[in-house]
């Protein structure tokens, strides 16, 4: 019983991934994949471009990070710092704003 609930974890962490993973992807402008859109839900993508909106900042038409102001970053810097640097706080804020407008992480 112990190995289910460990494998259960790992599933909801692993989902939780995918969507930050997405997040990431939506802000940098580096194009989705087949599979990252069509595995998650229309809900998800909400919340996703949600949290895109966030670790993203522009100015004077440069990428600068949202959450640290780190930059100015082309599209692929971006993405690249972003998973680097920051992607349990983008997985953490995509937890966050999954239990805050109620949609079920499993």
Known sequence: MLRRVRRVAVACKSDLDLLAKVAIK???GVSLN????????????????KV???????KKGLLY??????????????????VR?????????????LRGGGVNVN
């Open 26 to 28: 939506l802000a940098s």
């Open 34 to 49: 087949e599979e990252e859109k069509t595995s998650i839900s229309e809900t998800e993508l909400k919340v996703a471009v």
């Open 52 to 58: 895109a909106k966030k670790i993203r900042a522009e």
């Open 65 to 82: 990070c949202g959450i640290c102001g780190m930059g100015s970053f082309t599209r692929r810097g971006l993405f690249l710092h972003l």
């Open 85 to 97: 640097v920051h992607f349990d706080e983008v997985r953490n804020m995509v937890s966050d704003e």
